[in-house]
């Protein structure tokens, strides 16, 4: 009812998020508070570019990002999709604050949370549980990129895909097949002919 | 001198190695010693096979370990290797107690120091610090596991071969060229002509 509570009601998503690991309290609440800043996000609006110092945690509320290279030949490498629930960073950039390798595009309009580095370094002092949340949530991504790893070097396009589908199973429909297609590795011709192959089966 | 030296002697590559991070202090290590284990691994000893769940955190005081996978065709593909001062864990199975699809192996006679599980959720407790320090460990490992999987979707082999002997400068003169054309995802004869082209250069 007052711009107070208006205000807090944007923190709801990531207390919600907090709650799978360590609850915040109401006190760590405040604290978190006024170092988080909202943002719509248009639909092919980067959050980060290639060039540039990663210099925010991401929290996506609603909406998909894609993180991807391009190569010296110009070609995007879709290595990790980021929907509701999820943090979109360059953690290397981030921590080292050296340029960017990577892009942080929205895939459709979306909304963000965002808390600067230096507000973040503000919060692991003063709510230490964050430490903790913080190494249970990039021990899960750490997991999530060693099996996209293996997948690369062990299943075929096939499995690939199907690992895909089990991984986001609601990104298949939310995404174009070109988008998908690069994060297998192939060709968006090579993704229907699989689809077509399942679907038969 | 007395036993109890000797005892925590053992401990000291492991503080040494938290200097890096937040140093523990006496009380801190005190809780640690009784929860470490030292182990001499001989060469081509597993310390994690496929099939087993990952029960450890296994810090390497000296040696070398390779983690890989073997595919449906039995083929090994490196993904990691660990040296002095570092983890080698399977930290997927580790959380989830499922079954590693990875194997650990020693490469060289080596010494680690093994944390159980137990132990470790019980230290996280008691010496919160160790939040903090994992989640940077984690956090550097992520980089370098995204650091591999950009590499291999844009890099070519030289390019690969190069980045691997920047991250590992010292591994190129302790491994045999099978294991490091493995982790390349090449034969060890394009290895060897990688080599060649560079020398001639």
Redesign the interface.
């Known amino acids: 009812m007052t711009s107070v509570n208006d205000n807090s009601s944007i923190l709801k998503p990531l207390t919600e998020h907090f709650k799978d690991y360590l609850p915040l309290n109401d006190e760590e609440e405040a604290l978190l508070l006024p170092r988080i800043v909202e943002k719509k996000i248009r639909r092919r609006k980067f959050i980060l570019q290639e060039g540039s110092v990663c210099q925010h945690y991401n929290f996506v509320v609603q909406g998909c990002f894609k993180i991807y ?1 391009v ?2 030949k110009g070609v995007e ?1 879709n ?1 990790q999709f980021v929907t509701e629930n999820d943090w979109a960073t360059d ?2 950039s981030f ?2 604050e050296k340029p960017s ?1 990577l892009y942080i595009e929205a895939m459709e309009p979306s909304t963000i949370l965002q808390i600067h580095k230096t507000d973040l370094l503000f919060l ?1 002092v003063n709510i ?1 549980k964050l ?2 949340n ?2 249970v949530i ?2 899960n ?3 999530e ?6 997948q ?3 299943y075929n396009a096939t499995e690939r895909y199907l690992a895909f589908l089990e991984q986001y199973p609601e990104l298949s429909k939310r995404l174009p097949n070109t988008q998908i297609a690069s994060y297998l ?1 192939i060709t968006p011709e090579f993704l229907s002919k699989i689809r077509r192959e399942l679907v038969s089966k």
């Open positions: 290279k190569d010296e490498h290595i953690i290397g921590h080292s390798e692991y230490p430490d903790r913080f190494r990039i021990e991504k750490f997991v990129l060693q099996n996209r790893l293996l690369s070097f062990c590795g």
